[in-house]
């Protein structure tokens, strides 16, 4: 089994389709790592939320997130998202740096 994390844009998605592209991802990747694959939880709730600056807060988020990041396998980058979002990006750079498995997404959109 994989922990596999996944790496999408979030800001302004609902939450249900958070789940739904999660769960796609999560079918995806089995088939083609021919394996089981746990998806890291990277969801975090509105109400966790500190109060801090629009700014400060993507920078609290994007520490919550790198946190769940140490804890998988690989990373997924779902539809490019590291190429349109700075989260993503980072996260890209930081995978990249560490020697974490990187898995694109190549499916159509």
Same mark, same amino acid.
């Given at each position: *089994? *994989?922990?596999?994390? $996944? %790496?999408?844009?979030?800001?302004?998605?609902? &939450?249900?389709? $958070?789940?739904? &592209?999660?769960?796609?991802?999560?079918?995806? /990747?089995?088939?083609? #790592?021919?394996?089981? !694959?746990?998806?890291? +939880?990277?969801?975090?709730?509105?109400?966790?939320?500190? +109060? /801090?600056?629009?700014?400060? #807060?993507? !920078?609290?988020?994007?520490?919550?997130? =790198? %946190?769940? =990041?140490?804890?998988? +396998?690989? $990373?997924?980058? =779902?539809?490019? %998202?590291?190429?349109?979002?700075?989260?993503? *990006? #980072?996260?890209?750079?930081?995978?990249?740096?560490?020697? #974490?498995?990187?898995?694109?997404?190549? &499916?159509?959109?």
């Amino acid at each position: *089994m *994989m922990k596999i994390f $996944i %790496s999408q844009i979030m800001n302004g998605v609902p &939450r249900g389709e $958070i789940i739904k &592209r999660q769960r796609d991802a999560k079918e995806y /990747l089995e088939e083609v #790592l021919g394996t089981e !694959v746990e998806i890291v +939880d990277n969801y975090f709730d509105d109400d966790a939320e500190p +109060d /801090l600056s629009y700014d400060m #807060l993507k !920078v609290w988020y994007m520490s919550q997130s =790198l %946190s769940k =990041l140490a804890t998988a +396998d690989a $990373i997924f980058f =779902l539809h490019n %998202s590291h190429l349109q979002s700075p989260g993503c *990006m #980072l996260e890209h750079i930081i995978a990249n740096t560490y020697n #974490l498995q990187i898995i694109y997404d190549k &499916r159509e959109e």
